[in-house]
């Protein structure tokens, strides 16, 4: 009876104590954790001296290539052609353009325009032509600037000198309004031109 007894009260100790395998967890498992903790927050490095040295080179590189970027350069003005020609540094520039656009000689315009308005650019004649190149009021707008009726003008007699076989018709075209043969008004504007250099 009290082997019996004996047996039963071992297997209840052994029942209730803990395995060595729970003891085992029980004391890595809040290692763990303080591992765990550990590593979610590491501590951060300083910057090693070899890399902290090269920032200050870094930065003069940049305003180097900034130093070297060139500014943008401010529109250049205009510079007179000829001293002689009546015509302020804006329209004389003006009127190489457009000479160049149309093909036509500048003195050759010189001739037409010192013909047609003796370079005054308000000038109106007795039919209502008006402007340097005395422009019909019925084709042209009235309203236009001096840069635009030097536009206007030598841009038409561009298209006639390609239009005409010689230069006495286009001359007489731009006159008339066509070439009927006369050569009075041609001869007048050739002659300012061979004044200002034309044909020289």
């Given at each position: 009876?009290?082997?019996?007894?004996?047996?039963?009260m071992l297997s209840a100790l052994i029942l209730c104590a803990p395995t060595a395998r729970e003891e085992a967890q029980?004391?890595?498992?809040?290692?763990?954790?303080?591992?765990a903790t550990v590593e979610a927050a590491p501590e951060i490095a300083p910057i090693p001296p070899?890399?902290?040295?090269?920032?200050?080179?870094?930065?003069e590189h940049y305003f180097e290539i900034c130093e070297e970027i060139p500014a943008e350069k401010a529109p250049e003005e205009p510079t007179i052609w000829r001293e002689?020609?009546?015509?302020s540094t804006e329209l004389?520039?003006?009127?190489?353009?457009?000479?160049?656009?149309?093909?036509?000689?500048?003195?050759?315009?010189?001739?037409?325009?010192?013909?047609?308005?003796?370079?005054q650019p308000d000038a109106v004649s007795k039919s209502g032509d008006y402007g340097l190149c005395q422009?019909?009021?019925n084709y042209f707008d009235p309203n236009m600037t001096p840069e635009e009726n030097l536009?206007?003008?030598?841009?038409?007699?561009?298209?006639?000198?390609?239009?005409?076989?010689?230069?006495e018709a286009a001359l007489t075209a731009y006159h008339?309004?066509?070439?009927?043969?006369?050569?009075?008004?041609?001869?007048?504007?050739?002659?300012?031109a061979r004044a200002w250099g034309y044909g020289a």
């Amino acid at each position: 009876m009290k082997i019996r007894l004996i047996a039963l009260m071992l297997s209840a100790l052994i029942l209730c104590a803990p395995t060595a395998r729970e003891e085992a967890q029980a004391v890595t498992e809040p290692a763990a954790e303080e591992t765990a903790t550990v590593e979610a927050a590491p501590e951060i490095a300083p910057i090693p001296p070899a890399v902290a040295a090269t920032e200050p080179k870094v930065q003069e590189h940049y305003f180097e290539i900034c130093e070297e970027i060139p500014a943008e350069k401010a529109p250049e003005e205009p510079t007179i052609w000829r001293e002689d020609v009546p015509l302020s540094t804006e329209l004389q520039a003006t009127l190489l353009t457009i000479c160049e656009e149309a093909g036509v000689d500048p003195l050759l315009a010189l001739g037409l325009i010192q013909t047609e308005s003796n370079f005054q650019p308000d000038a109106v004649s007795k039919s209502g032509d008006y402007g340097l190149c005395q422009l019909n009021h019925n084709y042209f707008d009235p309203n236009m600037t001096p840069e635009e009726n030097l536009r206007a003008g030598i841009g038409y007699l561009g298209n006639l000198l390609e239009k005409h076989r010689t230069t006495e018709a286009a001359l007489t075209a731009y006159h008339v309004g066509h070439d009927d043969g006369t050569r009075s008004y041609a001869a007048v504007v050739l002659g300012h031109a061979r004044a200002w250099g034309y044909g020289a």
